[in-house]
């Protein structure tokens, strides 16, 4: 069964960082496209940003809130995901979810399997 | 704001059919980008329920189904049962953001 565990969430103050990773199982994760999806209490759900496999490069893209702030990187022997959030800001608040999602021949690829979350909080 | 937007909420009772529409524009569906859609428990992991438009998951019951047509898509559910309770969003593609988007969610209420 595929697996997408979430850790690393927490308090933060605002301009501090923070680190969530996601550790998967289940699936050829070298293969595998990651993403990040959030979701502001109250508030729908919003893409965070993506990493593709190592064979792509490991190209990241980010949503324009996050660009230049946030960063995703894979460790492929831990088949692991992480995001690495700088300047955090309190519109950052957020269960933040990590997701893989499938090739599909058309924008935008599909989004398969889904952690359960991690909640991130900044405030002061 | 969202790019996409759907009815904040719906409702239908047990047995009955409800329609949850997402509609686009131009640098989206109308783009021709295709509409998946998720359903979401608070609490729990979302969950793919349509790909590509009009395709199921295995997995999934057959009482769930998408259609496409235009800047707009929908999502069908027959039969509604309790457990359809939960909140849902449709995903696409946004060409001017250059970004997947999704709507802003519509929550299903089983009467």
């Known amino acids: 069964d595929v697996q997408l565990v979430e850790s690393g969430g927490g308090l933060v103050q605002p301009g501090g960082s923070l680190r969530l990773s996601c550790a998967a199982s289940g699936f050829h994760f070298q293969n595998a496209r990651m993403n990040w999806v959030r979701q502001a209490p109250g508030k729908g759900l919003e893409w965070v940003g993506r990493?593709?496999?190592?064979?792509?490069?490991?190209?990241?893209d980010y949503a324009a809130p996050v660009r230049g702030r946030f960063l995703i990187t894979r460790d492929d022997s831990k088949q692991t995901v992480y995001l690495q959030m700088n300047s955090l800001k309190t519109e950052d608040t957020a269960t933040y979810f990590c997701v893989k999602n499938e090739f599909w021949p058309n924008y935008p690829e599909y989004f398969d399997y889904w952690g359960q979350g991690a909640p991130v909080t900044v405030s002061s | 704001q969202s790019i996409l937007t759907q009815p904040p909420s719906v409702s239908g009772a047990p047995g009955q059919r409800v329609t949850i529409s997402c509609t686009g524009s131009s640098s989206n569906i109308g783009a021709d980008f295709d509409v998946h859609w998720y359903q979401h428990l608070p609490g729990s992991a979302p969950r793919l329920l349509i790909y590509?438009?009009?395709f199921r998951p295995s997995g999934v019951s057959e009482r769930f189904s998408g259609s496409r047509s235009g800047a707009s898509a929908s999502l069908a559910i027959t039969g509604l049962q309790s457990g359809d309770e939960a909140d849902y969003y449709c995903h696409s593609y946004d060409n001017l953001l250059t970004a997947p988007v999704f709507g802003g969610g519509t929550r299903l209420t089983v009467l």
């Open positions: 990493i593709k496999a190592e064979t792509d490069g490991a190209t990241t």
């Open positions: 590509g438009n009009i």
